[in-house]
Nanobody
Framework: QVQLVESGGGSVQAGGSLRLSCVAS????????MAWFRQAPGKERQEVAT????????YYANSVKGRFTISQDNAKNTVTLQMNSLKPEDTAMYYC?????????????????????WGKGTLVTISS
């Protein structure tokens, strides 16, 4: 049974940093599309950053490019999201998601509806 467990959320002031972690367990495949999504109250879930474990390719939403970094630690089955220069508009529930994928192009095309497994989320609150 695949499980994704997020951690690292919290409250910081604008300009600060947070590091989110997603530990994946029970995943039988080696090529995985891993992504972080976020959802603010009253808004749709947004794809923030994506990583393909098959080659390390990454994607970032324009709103976080240059501030967030997604990375993997295969030994720990963990994907992290380092978030720097945080802004109040980054406030949201952050979710880790995963799906088996045969290529980076497939991973990139999946989006919200193409992800198979989801964590329960971790709350990030940025104050001005």
């Amino acid at each position: 049974q695949v499980q994704l467990v997020e951690s690292g959320g919290g409250s910081v002031q604008a300009g600060g940093s947070l590091r989110l972690s997603c530990v994946a367990s029970g995943y039988p495949y080696s090529r995985i599309c891993m992504a972080w999504f976020r959802q603010a109250p009253g808004k749709e879930r947004q794809e923030v950053a994506t990583l393909y474990t098959g080659g390390g390719s990454t994607y970032y939403a324009n709103s976080v490019k240059g501030r967030f970094t997604i990375s993997q630690d295969n030994a720990k089955n963990t994907v992290t999201l380092q978030m720097n220069s945080l802004k109040p508009e980054d406030t949201a529930m952050y979710y880790c998601a995963a799906a088996s994928s045969g290529s980076w192009s497939d991973c990139l095309d999946r989006g919200y509806y193409g992800m198979t497994y989801w964590g329960k989320g971790t709350l990030v609150t940025i104050s001005s």
